[in-house]
Antibody, heavy 123, light 107 residues
Framework: EVQLVQSGAEVKKPGESLKISCKGS????????IGWVRQMPGKGLEWMGI????????RYSPSFQGQVTISADKSISTAYLQWSSLKASDTAMYYC????????????????WGQGTTVTVSS | DIQMTQSPSSVSASVGDRVTITCRAS??????LAWYQQKPGKAPKLLIY???SLQSGVPSRFSGSGSGTDFTLTISSLQPEDFATYYC?????????FGQGTKLEIK
């Protein structure tokens, strides 16, 4: 079964760092891109960025560039999303999802999703 | 960034009804559009890609159409499990932006 399994819920204080994970299984992890999507409480979906685990090629939405870092360890089929200094406005559900991209676009949608990781940032 | 605008923002319908949701792109995106369904507390699910291609395992009552800037998602005969929020996403260029969502509620 193709699946993405994300790390568990996190509760952090403003200014703390955090790294959440997304582990793929059931498919060739290095043949697809992994994207990250934010959903703030009661709001819609926001595309954050993607990584190709095969060579760690990474693209960010301008809205998230410099705010987060996306990385991957292909040896353990895991992608990561990290913050160096959290803000209260980072409180959200974060999803990882599999996608297939070229150098300019990801034309076939995000077909396999993780279950989501809730991040709560509060003093 | 390409802006995606869905209408309506919410719609009430009954089981068995035919429902259409519209998505408009701020510039042409050819046929590179995806539709997702999201139920409360769950991850989104891909329904349609490339505007009209049905994702494997998705019931045939779901269909998509359109090209350029105007797209539609149609559910031919609503089932109880279809009440959810639906999102479009342009897939033509980075970043692949989402519409704001359409909540489909039971009448």
């Amino acid at each position: 079964e193709v699946q993405l399994v994300q790390s568990g819920a996190e509760v952090k204080k403003p200014g703390e760092s955090l790294k959440i994970s997304c582990k793929g299984s059931g498919y060739s992890f290095t043949s697809y891109w992994i994207g990250w999507v934010r959903q703030m409480p009661g709001k819609g979906l926001e595309w954050m960025g993607i990584i190709y685990p095969g060579d760690s090629d990474t693209r960010y939405s301008p809205s998230f560039q410099g705010q987060v870092t996306i990385s991957a360890d292909k040896s353990i089929s895991t992608a990561y999303l990290q913050w160096s200094s959290l803000k209260a406005s980072d409180t959200a559900m974060y999803y990882c999802a599999r996608t297939y991209c070229s150098s300019t676009s990801c034309r076939y949608g995000m077909d396999v999703w993780g279950q989501g990781t809730t991040v709560t940032v509060s003093s | 960034d390409i802006q995606m605008t869905q209408s309506p923002s919410s719609v009430s319908a009954s089981v068995g009804d035919r429902v259409t949701i519209t998505c408009r792109a701020s510039q042409g995106i050819s046929s590179w559009l995806a539709w997702y369904q999201q139920k409360p507390g769950k991850a989104p699910k891909l329904l349609i890609y490339a505007a009209s291609s049905l994702q494997s395992g998705v019931p045939s009552r779901f269909s998509g159409s359109g090209s350029g800037t105007d797209f539609t998602l149609t559910i031919s005969s609503l089932q109880p499990e279809d009440f959810a929020t639906y999102y479009c996403q342009q897939a033509n260029s980075f970043p692949p932006t989402f519409g704001q969502g359409t909540k489909l509620e039971i009448k």
